[in-house]
């Protein structure tokens, strides 16, 4: 199966918080790409991260950071020192290919609600 | 650089009306997938097209749904006739190559059918 789960629905922290973002996936490919969007209030999804299965070091972009593990399946997002203006939500995403033809399979999203 | 853009951004119609939605996509880009999230569910792939062929339109849900690409550019969503499951939020992507990129996705359209 090509699944993608995020178990957490919505999470609420306060400004300044750390906060973690899970992401665990399923894939019978041994080759595959992952993705994190992020969708503020104005609608649109807005590319985070790829990351491919070859590579499995940590990645840092100023308060964000992810952390993928083959091991457990599993591609989490972590923002540091949270801003309201973090809050949006957040959907990971896998890249299944076949026949031709490439899709992204979603999880159903974690609502990050920021509070100052 | 214009992003993917997509029309219109709210749409309310009654059920057994017809709606179409518009995607123009990143100007040079050859793939071009519609997506949808219906409330509270995962986004989901519905077409793949590269250029103006449909490649992939397993996600489809059923055949009141049409979509088409004349041309390779801007592509049409076509929903006749409107039930009401079929209220969300509709998606457009594009990106330049099949494969390692990125797709660049639209702000979406919100469909409401009442």
């Known amino acids: 199966a090509q699944k993608v789960t995020q178990a957490q629905t919505e999470i609420s922290v306060v400004e300044k918080e750390d906060v973690t973002l899970d992401c665990v996936y399923e894939?019978?490919?041994?080759?595959?790409?992952l993705f994190w969007y992020k969708q503020p209030p104005s609608g649109e999804l807005v590319f985070l991260i790829r990351r491919n299965s070859f590579d499995e070091q940590n990645e840092i972009s100023g308060r964000y950071s992810w952390n993928f593990q083959k091991s457990t399946s599993s591609f989490n997002f972590t923002i540091t020192a949270s801003q309201v203006v973090d809050s949006a939500v957040y959907f990971c995403?896998?890249?299944?290919?076949?026949?031709?033809?490439?899709?992204?399979?979603f999880g159903k999203g974690t609502k990050l609600t920021v509070n100052p | 650089e214009a992003g993917v853009t997509q029309f219109p951004s709210h749409s309310v119609i009654e059920k057994g009306q017809t709606v179409t939605l518009r995607c123009d996509p990143i100007?040079?880009?050859?793939?071009l997938y519609w997506y949808r999230r219906v409330m509270g569910k995962e986004i989901k792939f519905l077409l793949h097209f590269v250029k103006e062929s449909k490649q992939d339109e397993s996600g489809m849900p059923n055949n009141r749904f049409l979509a088409e690409r004349t041309g390779g550019t801007y592509s049409t969503l076509k929903v006749q006739p409107a039930e009401l499951e079929d209220s969300g939020v509709y998606f457009c992507?594009?990106?330049?190559?099949?494969?390692?990129?990125?797709?660049?996705f639209g702000q979406g359209t919100r469909l409401t059918v009442v």
């Open positions: 995403a896998l890249r299944v290919t076949q026949g031709g033809s490439e899709k992204l399979v």
């Open positions: 992507a594009s990106s330049q190559e099949w494969g390692n990129t990125e797709a660049f």
């Open positions: 894939t019978r490919d041994t080759t595959y790409y």
């Open positions: 100007s040079g880009h050859d793939n």
